[in-house]
T-cell receptor
Framework: DAKTTQPTSMDCAEGRAANLPCNHS???????VYWYRQIHSQGPQYIIH???NNETNEMASLIITEDRKSSTLILPHATLRDTAVYYC??????????????FGQGTTLQVKP | GAGVSQSPSNKVTEKGKDVELRCDPISGHTALYWYRQSLGQGLEFLIYFQGNSAPDKSGLPSDRFSAERTGGSVSTLTIQRTQQEDSAVYLCASSPRRSGREYFGPGTRLTVT
């Protein structure tokens, strides 16, 4: 599975959009981009995933560049409850893969009032 | 509906004792994963179950660690002769299949004194 690079930390003002970047320049054609977050003292929580098209759900939007070498997770209106560590993970999905997640250090997002 | 549950939530044990940690996955989920999160370390994969078999045990740190799953449901992670470096939060996750999103439990915090 390809390695990802994320900034160590970011701040965001409450109510503003939080844009979290992720670099995955060695991503393979069959690797998906997954985002999870971990709020303090809780287990990781799935946010969104995509292959090459942009994706949106009730939590966030995922923008993947055309060359798929980077992506951005967008929280459209950040709240204090969005303060967490955000992990960008690339993974092959399919019968040949165990599905295990390889976590990096992630980005610590601090939403400030 | 019920999510992934783990027990106990906290466990304090003396060095050298054996401990068992339990995971109850979401009903019907065939894939089950164990991860560990040590202080100052990231989340690391331990073992993956598909049904009752464990095709990927590559993350188990030593032969003191073992896990089993019965009835395609409950899983138990056993640590024998615990050491202080085993202190960590042990997280369990399940998935309806081996790819796609994983649902994490709240974790068991293990402290070895």
């Amino acid at each position: 599975d390809a390695k990802t690079t994320q900034p160590t930390s970011m701040d965001c003002a409450e109510g503003r959009a939080a844009n979290l970047p992720c670099n995955h320049s060695t991503i393979s054609g069959n690797e998906y981009v997954y985002w999870y977050r971990q709020i303090h003292s809780q287990g990781p929580q799935y946010i969104i995933h995509g292959l090459k098209n942009n994706e949106t759900n009730e939590m966030a939007s995922l923008i993947i560049t055309e060359d798929r070498k980077s992506s951005t997770l967008i929280l459209p209106h950040a709240t204090l409850r969005d303060t967490a560590v955000y992990y960008c993970i690339v993974r092959v999905d399919g019968s040949s893969n165990t599905g295990k997640l390889i976590f990096g250090q992630g980005t610590t997002l601090q939403v400030k009032p | 509906g019920a999510g992934v549950s783990q027990s106990p939530s906290n466990k304090v044990t003396e060095k050298g004792k054996d401990v068992e940690l339990r995971c109850d996955p979401i009903s019907g989920h065939t894939a089950l994963y164990w991860y560990r999160q040590s202080l100052g370390q990231g989340l690391e994969f331990l073992i993956y179950f598909q049904g009752n078999s464990a095709p990927d045990k590559s993350g188990l740190p030593s032969d003191r660690f073992s896990a089993e799953r019965t009835g395609g449901s409950v899983s138990t992670l056993t640590i024998q002769r615990t050491q202080q470096e085993d202190s960590a939060v042990y997280l369990c996750a399940s998935s309806p299949r081996r790819s796609g999103r994983e649902y994490f439990g709240p974790g068991t915090r293990l402290t070895v004194t």
